[in-house]
């Protein structure tokens, strides 16, 4: 069963009789439809009533309304409103445009607007490589969609996905102090969406394709990087990559066994799949086998995939190994999981190697049940923020492209990400190392600057 989470926060407006036993039997009620309560504050008192306001974390919407009905039973109370935080969140959007230039009176005015911004206008005519000084391309990204890919929700198109896209453009700020802004597509034709990038990309100092489906995704981002100026990304490929090898590169330490010597299971070979099998094999794994729907892929069988598929069955699976995911976990050191929910059972993980490594990355279900999982893995990792080592992409974008706006690269190459990856790593000091740290939280601090210092000291060392 799932457990309560911030997802699913219920903010309730309540009127209860006027004693300490009743708002205390609110809290019992709550607590025994297995909700957490986390706040319980006495709005308005009167002499024999009390107006209370009282949030609690649910499992989901179905959790939400029977802790509802539960506490409408109570003598003496009645539910007045029932909030959704998630939602209140979102009224409004969750980002705003600031100017960073005051403008208090005609002098403000002149320098910022009309007559003086022409002088700016004429340098960067004449010199077009001010812009990136003069303008706000030194540090904006543009965050693109065309909502086909969307979470673990798919194709539901660009109005659904903007609350996803306005999130990571506050992740960006927050974590990267680098300004982000949506820029949702309603258009699936790749061409289209090439045209439309290629046409914004003046006012950006880069570009972060976000939640476009495969394999159209490859060729998109294939073709901006060929035709633009700026460094383009695709967050859901590289940056799970880089979040991925950064965990692994210190789970591998706590088990004592080198990336070369591993057999790595894969499950899910789409776009995030691709891109960790790549990276993973750039730092020196040599046994990867990837596994689809219909079983392993392999090079004795390409009929019918994509380009970017087959490369990956002609790459990996050096044993040329066949079957199911359940029988290809027979003696692996390691299964990534970034999938579907539920795939496994935790006992199918009883025939991995000694000392396995499972990261079971599907959100918001976990390919198996992590508590499970533990027993069977020295080291378990997923995708949520609920269970310790959390592979969260926040750790790698937001500090990459501080580092590549401050650095001026436009080329993401593969030796720059497993740059990340090992700066993503490194926070994490070697005595800290542990089966549940092996991956710093998603609020340290200390992540982005050291993912940006990486990006630097790459761009020194070339």
Not at 91 to 107: C, D, M, S
Not at 130 to 146: E, H, M, S, Y
Not at 278 to 286: E, R, V
Not at 421 to 429: C, E, L, Y
Request: charged share 20%; with cysteine; proline share 5%.
């Amino acid at each position: 069963m799932a457990q309560p989470s911030p997802s699913y926060t219920v903010a309730l407006h309540l009127k209860v009789p006027a004693s300490q036993k009743a708002v205390a039997r609110l809290v019992d009620t709550a607590t025994a439809t297995g909700a957490v309560v986390t706040g319980v504050d006495v709005a308005e008192a009167g002499t024999d009533t009390l107006t209370v306001d009282l949030t609690a974390d649910t499992r989901d919407s179905r959790h939400r309304g029977d802790l509802v009905a539960r506490l409408e039973e109570l003598d003496g109370v009645v539910v007045e409103t029932v909030g959704d935080s998630t939602f209140l969140a979102h009224v409004g959007g969750k980002i705003e445009v600031v100017g960073t230039y005051p403008i208090h009176n005609r002098r403000d005015l002149a320098r910022v607007y009309t007559p003086g911004v022409a002088r700016v206008c004429k340098a960067i005519y004449d010199h077009p490589e001010r812009a990136q000084k003069l303008t706000i391309k030194k540090n904006t990204v543009a965050v693109v969609t065309d909502g086909t890919a969307v979470l673990g929700m798919g194709d539901i198109g660009p109005s659904a996905a903007m609350p996803v896209m306005e999130g990571k453009a506050v992740l960006f700020k927050q974590f990267g102090n680098v300004d982000a802004w949506p820029v949702a597509l309603d258009t699936k034709d790749p061409e289209e969406i090439i045209s439309i990038v290629k046409a914004i990309a003046p006012a950006y100092g880069g570009i972060n394709l976000e939640d476009i489906a495969a394999p159209k995704c490859f060729d998109i981002e294939e073709r901006l990087r060929e035709e633009l100026d700026i460094p383009v990304f695709h967050d859901d490929q590289h940056g799970t990559a880089i979040v991925t090898l950064a965990a692994l590169i210190n789970a591998l330490k706590v088990v004592g066994k080198r990336i070369e010597d591993v057999r790595i299971v894969l499950s899910g070979v789409g776009a995030a799949g691709s891109a960790i099998a790549k990276l993973l094999m750039a730092h020196g794994a040599t046994d990867i086998v990837g596994y689809g729907r219909t079983g392993a892929l392999s090079a004795h069988d390409t009929d019918g995939m994509n380009q970017h598929r087959r490369w990956l069955a002609e790459n990996t699976n050096p044993r040329r190994v066949t079957g199911t995911l359940k029988e290809g976990l027979v003696g692996a050191d390691v299964f990534i999981g970034v999938s579907s929910g539920n795939l496994l059972d935790p006992e199918d993980l009883s025939v991995m190697a000694d000392d396995a490594i499972v990261f079971a990355m599907a959100n918001p279900t976990p390919e198996v049940d992590p508590i499970g999982a533990a027993n069977y893995a020295a080291v378990v990792a997923t995708g949520r923020s609920d269970f310790p080592n959390q592979i969260n992409n926040v750790l790698a974008f937001p500090g990459l492209f501080r580092g590549l706006l401050d650095t001026g690269i436009t080329e993401i190459t593969t030796s720059l990400l497993r740059a990340a990856a090992t700066g993503i790593a490194s926070v994490v000091d070697a005595d800290e190392i542990s089966p549940v740290y092996i991956i710093p939280g998603a609020f340290d601090t200390h992540v982005a600057e050291a993912v940006a210092s990486a990006v630097r000291r790459f761009a020194e060392e070339k």
